[in-house]
């Protein structure tokens, strides 16, 4: 068993690591699994509360496009799916627009992830990682169209976007997507879920 501590932000996190292994009798024709088992102890220590009147265990994430049909997938998306970030957090999706909004809601909410339609605003995604870049917790940046070419995926990841989500949206596609950004965003910031 290894036992190690680890503080991000003056919040302190207890992590124990046990690792199991076969027995030395386990039969040589048989295949023998090593057994991991990572349980992380709770933090202690306070962050400053979101701005925004989410519920406690809420990851916003705020989609920018124009579509609301684009809105109405992913909103059922999160509803509908059985994964969530951590116990009792789930995704709820913030709608926006227009890339005016997008940026003020970035400046002004403590925000994980961003969706952002390529289709329909084919520069936006790099005015929305210079604003990052600015705050103190920038969020993942999640491309989304429906050229999801090699061409485009390595110039987003070149300019420090997090991924590229083909459209038409597949329930399970967004939710590995959206899960990989938000493990990546809290493993960096060590924050509590948005709000």
Known sequence: MFHFTQTAYGAHFSHRIVIGFPP???AIGHRASLGVVFRAGRRSGSLPEPRASHPPGTVRVLSLSPSENDHAV???TFRNSSLTLYPNCRVTLQPSPTLASTLAL???HRIPIVLCDHDAYPDAWREILRACK???APPCVIVTSRLAEDRLWMELLNEGAFDLLSKPFHP???MRIIHSAWVHWQNRY???ASG
């Open 134 to 136: 600015l705050l103190p």
């Open 74 to 76: 992913l909103g059922r």
């Open 106 to 108: 970035l400046r002004t």
């Open 172 to 174: 399970s596609d967004v």
């Open 190 to 192: 060590g924050l509590a």
């Open 24 to 26: 030395a009798d386990a």
